[in-house]
């Protein structure tokens, strides 16, 4: 566990978080992957749309990822929309928040209070950011490791994660992690959370292929138990 105690956060603690937003535009999916030296970094950090994935970070406004979304399923291009979140936002300055739309539109905004290493980046199909970092190399490593990768959206999104620790990561420890995917048919596998532990990267990973092969087992166990049943059984909701 991260070495984190009462009087850490007495004298000057600030979450640090990295994370990527990403779009598939094959697969009409969009996705968040994330992980933190704090607990329960799913609960506050990532979040996805079929238009956008948006990630709130470093002194965490939730609000602005909402609303990001919303703004955005209004007809808001997300630059604009965050742009707007900011501009009203008091402490702005102590604020990440990046993401991407499925029109290739970016955002990234690292604030200047910021606890360093601090930064951000975009591309084509995906944005990176993170703060309190061992260093500029762990974004290098989270956005090289994503476009290199092949699979699935939730795959490559931890592929970017597990690089991304391997080059240092967040500089206290590590404690939580997030996957969250939009997609047009859900599956669990698209909602995961670790929200205390001593890998989180790691036990992400483990539980994104525990759950891919649980939901791959799942007709053939139905099949057994039930016989004859509706497909529409098999239909997948998820909470976003």
């Not at 948006?54 to 602005?64: L, N, R």
């Not at 703004?71 to 929309?81: S, T």
């Not at 990973?205 to 759950?211: A, D, I, P, S």
């Amino acid at each position: 566990m991260a070495d984190i105690d009462a009087n850490t956060w007495q004298t000057g603690f600030a979450p640090g978080t990295f994370s990527i937003a990403a779009t598939d535009p094959e697969t009409s999916q969009t996705g968040v992957a994330v992980t933190t030296g704090t607990a329960g970094v799913g609960a506050v950090c990532p979040y996805v749309s079929d238009r956008a994935a948006v990630v709130t970070q470093s002194f965490t406004k939730t609000s602005h990822g909402a609303n990001a979304l919303e703004f955005v399923d209004r007809g808001i291009p997300l630059d604009a929309a965050c742009e707007v979140l900011l501009d009203a936002d008091e402490y702005a300055s102590y604020r990440q928040l990046h993401g991407i739309q499925t029109d290739g539109t970016t955002f990234v905004h690292t604030g200047d209070d910021c606890v360093s290493w601090n930064g951000g980046c975009s591309q084509e199909t995906h944005t990176v950011a993170g703060n309190m970092l061992a260093g500029e190399a762990v974004l290098d490593a989270v956005t090289e490791a994503f476009v290199d990768a092949d699979g699935k959206l939730v795959d490559r999104l931890v592929t970017a994660l597990e690089a991304g620790q391997e080059a240092g990561g967040d500089k206290r420890g590590k404690v939580s992690a997030a996957l969250l995917v939009h997609a047009p048919v859900p599956q669990r596998y698209h909602n995961l959370r670790v929200d205390l532990s001593d890998d989180p990267v790691t036990d992400l990973r483990e539980l994104l292929e525990h759950t891919k092969r649980v939901t791959d087992e799942l007709p053939g166990r139905l099949a057994e138990q039930l016989g004859t049943y509706p497909e529409e059984m098999l239909d997948s909701e998820i909470k976003y």
